[in-house]
């Protein structure tokens, strides 16, 4: 399972990275603007500094709904670095666009995707990535993980090489419940990420290894 992290937060993302487990990283335009990152100069920058931190895939959204300014964002992103997968949103405009790029060699990330349907259109039409929301089908008591699995398990009977990547991950739990429902990557905020660390029995026999050699070394 490949490991990404939600968040165009520069010191979060070397953070993930310098624990030496990062896959690649996230972000969407809430993020970039939760930075304040503005104007699309600063945008590229920003994401060719994302790029120069790690060494995975760096998904950058594009902005435009219809099928031309896709196409147009989506090779200028791509243009920019071999790391880059252009997200594209579940429209019938980013289907159309994730086709193309899809025949052009361009690796995409299907985004915004709630529901099997959605993720059934993704596939078909290539995407590199489908990213379904669980957090947010939680938030409004549907079943976020559930989605993981079914799509896993359409992809796994069909045979489609999109990978489910699990987003929306709001705590560590979702993680290892994506874990068990097969998900090819999940995208994290840093905290969920170090959440995975905590065990009290690994901190309780840390502390008696350490008290029983200071006995024995003092
Ligand atoms: O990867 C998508 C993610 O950033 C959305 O998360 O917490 O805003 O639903 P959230």
Not at 85 to 102: E, L, N, Q, T
Request: aromatic share 6%; net charge negative; hydrophobic share 45%.
């Amino acid at each position: 399972m490949k490991f990404f992290i939600d968040t165009a937060n520069l010191a979060q993302i070397k953070e993930a990275h310098d624990l030496g487990v990062l896959d690649g990283v996230t972000t969407n335009p809430s993020l970039m603007a939760k930075e304040g990152i503005k104007g699309e100069e600063a945008v590229m920058k920003h994401y060719m500094a994302i790029c120069e931190l790690v060494d995975g895939d760096v998904s950058a959204e594009v902005i435009a709904t219809d099928y031309e300014n896709i196409i147009r964002e989506g090779e200028a992103l791509a243009a920019m670095h071999p790391q880059i997968v252009v997200k594209v949103p579940m429209i019938k405009d980013g289907i159309k666009a994730i086709k193309y790029f899809s025949d052009k060699g361009i690796r995409t990330n299907c985004t915004l995707v709630f529901s099997t349907g959605q993720a059934l259109l993704a596939a078909k039409a290539g995407a590199t990535y489908v990213s379904p929301f669980i957090g947010r089908l939680d938030d409004i008591s549907s079943n976020g993980v559930g989605l993981i699995q079914e799509i896993v398990d359409m992809y796994q009977y069909y045979g489609f090489e999109t990978q489910v990547l699990a987003a929306s991950i709001r705590h560590t739990q979702h993680i290892i419940d994506c874990v068990k429902a097969g998900a090819d990557v999940a995208t994290c905020p840093l905290d969920s990420i170090l959440g995975l660390l905590n065990h009290p029995l690994t901190d309780i026999g840390l502390a008696k290894f350490l008290s029983d050699h200071q006995q024995v070394n003092s």
